[in-house]
């Protein structure tokens, strides 16, 4: 059974830190491209970063020089370090697991409430 449980969210104020963690189970977690997206009330999800392994981290535009994202294979966990944080990142943040093999195999996490004060 594939897990993805993500953990870290929560209140920050504006230009505060927070560090998101998603630990992964039941996949061979070193060949999936490993990646954050939101979803912000009244909006569509869309990709904050990604990392596969061996390669750096893609960033959108407006986390770019704030958030990090990195991966640690031996504990099949992907975190998003972000700083700065903004009113405009506040949003439920899934961790998504995906891999071209044999087919596309793609999971998802819970989410985890971000909400930055002004």
Not at 109 to 114: A, L, N, R, S, Y
Request: hydrophobic share 35%; proline share 2%; with cysteine.
């Amino acid at each position: 059974q594939v897990q993805l449980v993500e953990s870290g969210g929560g209140l920050v104020q504006s230009g505060g830190s927070l560090r998101l963690s998603c630990a992964a189970s039941g996949i061979i977690f070193s060949i999936y491209t490993m990646g954050w997206y939101r979803q912000a009330p009244g909006k569509q999800r869309e990709l904050v970063a990604s990392i596969r392994s061996g390669y750096n981290a893609n960033y959108a535009d407006s986390v770019k020089g704030r958030f990090t994202a990195s991966r640690d294979n031996t504990r099949n966990t992907v975190y998003l370090q972000m700083n700065s944080l903004k009113p405009e990142d506040t949003a439920v943040y899934y961790c998504n697991a995906h891999v071209v093999l044999a087919g596309v195999n793609e999971y998802w996490g819970q989410g985890t409430q971000v909400t930055v004060s002004s």
